[in-house]
T-cell receptor
Framework: AQSVAQPEDQVNVAEGNPLTVKCTYSVSGNPYLFWYVQYPNRGLQFLLK??????LVKGSYGFEAEFNKSQTSFHLKKPSALVSDSALYFCAVRPDGGPQTGANNLFFGTGTRLTVIP | DTEVTQTPKHLVMGMTNKKSLKCEQH?????MYWYKQKAKKPPELMFVYSYEKLSINESVPSRFSPECPNSSLLNLHLHALQPEDSALYLCASSQDDTYYEQYFGPGTRLTVT
């Protein structure tokens, strides 16, 4: 079965400090991994994805994520947090394979609320 | 243009009403999706259209009826809904239904009274 875990419901970080939002996954076959951000009463915005290649992926707004196959993790990071980064962050995975594997389905984690304190 | 638009932004309907949600994209994407999101929860996939054909229906009740009139438009027809159907309904599109990222619209906030 495919699943995504975001172990922290809430992450607080001071402005200017580095931030990490954690994500681990379980999927059959190779994973395609995504991070999305959601601001209040808005849809989700795509931040970055890992498909193949370099394990360190750089995305929008200074965010990056590192794919770690042995730990089945895809943590989101940013070197210096901004107050405007405060939002709800979702990790998502889809398996590599045909429809019978659920490959058309994007499995979301439960979300992590990031608060950046001025 | 990387925008997915949804109308209306807000909708209040009674349990006997019939209404429709609309979604539009002009990015040339060939896959479109409907999601339901309850407060403080992740989006849940409802339907996937790939090349204008329904490819996934995640066991959604028949009171929700999707329609894809052309490659740019996606509708969700609503009839005889229940109060527990109140949620944010998100539309998304992607280049195709493989590993491409999905672009989400702002959603329609639906309240069923």
């Amino acid at each position: 079965a495919q699943s995504v875990a975001q172990p922290e419901d809430q992450v607080n970080v001071a402005e200017g400090n580095p931030l990490t939002v954690k994500c681990t996954y379980s999927v059959s076959g190779n994973p395609y991994l995504f991070w999305y951000v959601q601001y209040p009463n808005r849809g989700l915005q795509f931040l970055l994805k890992y498909i193949t290649g370099d394990n360190l992926v750089k995305g929008s707004y200074g965010f990056e994520a590192e794919f770690n196959k042995s730990q089945t993790s895809f943590h989101l990071k940013k070197p210096s947090a901004l107050v405007s980064d405060s939002a709800l962050y979702f990790c998502a995975v889809r398996p590599d394979g045909g429809p019978q594997t659920g490959a058309n389905n994007l499995f979301f984690g439960t979300g992590t609320r990031l608060t950046v304190i001025p | 243009d990387t925008e997915v638009t949804q109308t209306p932004k807000h909708l209040v309907m009674g349990m006997t009403n019939k209404k429709s949600l609309k979604c539009e994209q002009h990015m040339g994407h060939r896959a479109m999706y409907w999601y339901k999101q309850k407060a403080k929860k992740p989006p849940e996939l409802m339907f996937v259209y790939s090349y204008e054909k329904l490819s996934i229906n995640e066991s959604v009740p028949s009171r929700f009826s999707p329609e894809c009139p052309n490659s740019s438009l996606l509708n969700l027809h609503l009839h005889a809904l229940q109060p527990e159907d109140s949620a944010l309904y998100l539309c998304a599109s992607s280049q195709d239904d493989t590993y491409y990222e999905q672009y989400f619209g702002p959603g329609t906030r639906l309240t069923v009274t």
